[in-house]
Structures are given as structure tokens and as C-alpha cells.
């Protein structure tokens, strides 16, 4: 079965950035939009940023102008670049695959610890 597979979390101080990156271990057909969400302690799990196909992009309001996605269509892999981080950006962050016959994500990844202190 394909996973997604996340890579690049970690603990960085505030003002700091991160890339993310998220693969898929196999073919996975017919991909239309890619995302990235997060999910902080005792809070509600929020979708961060979305890429579709086309390549259109967008973001929470929380994250404008601070955090980019993109895609490589070529290795099925969705990045996330998080620049001037937050301590309020502290979160597991979950990578996602939609596929064209879907209205929601059909594939999750295990999740990447990103921690902004000092």
C-alpha cells in the first residue's frame, strides 16, 4: 500500500524557518490537489496550505506570507517551506494526497513534529 512519507520537522527558535517535505513510496494515480495541515496540542486539526494540479495555491490566513507549498509532480512529493516561525506554529504537521475521484484527502502521512521555542 502507498504511504506518504514526511520529512524535515524539527525544533527551530522563533524567527526561524523549516522546509517540509512529504513523498509518496509508490505510484499513486490520478493526484489532483496536495496540502499540508497541523494539528497542535488540544486543538482541532487545521489545514495549513493547498496546492491543486494547476498549481494554484492557498493558505490559512495564520500562515500568509510566511509559508510557501509547492509540488513536483515527477516525484509525487508536496513541500512546505515555513519562514519567520512562531511559537504558535508549534504543531504536528500532516502532509495529504487528493485524488481526482475524491473531495477529500485520500492519503495522509504519519506526521512531523515541528516545535518553535527558544
Known amino acids: 500500500q502507498v504511504q506518504l512519507v514526511e520529512s524535515g520537522g524539527g525544533l527551530v527558535q522563533p524567527g526561524g524557518s523549516l522546509r517540509l517535505s512529504c513523498a509518496a513510496s509508490g505510484r499513486i494515480f490520478g493526484i489532483s490537489a496536495m496540502g499540508w495541515y497541523r494539528q497542535a496540542p488540544g486543538k482541532q486539526r487545521d489545514l495549513v496550505a493547498r496546492i491543486t494540479s494547476g498549481g494554484s495555491t492557498s493558505y490559512a490566513d495564520s500562515v500568509k506570507g510566511r509559508f510557501t507549498i509547492s509540488r513536483d509532480n515527477a516525484k509525487s512529493t508536496v513541500y512546505l517551506q515555513m519562514n519567520s516561525l512562531k511559537p504558535e506554529d508549534t504543531a504536528v504537521y500532516y502532509c495529504?494526497?487528493?485524488?481526482?475521484?475524491?473531495?477529500?484527502?485520500?492519503?495522509w502521512g504519519q506526521g512531523t513534529q515541528v516545535t518553535v521555542s527558544s
Open positions: 495529504t494526497f487528493r485524488t481526482i475521484l475524491s473531495n477529500t484527502p485520500d492519503y
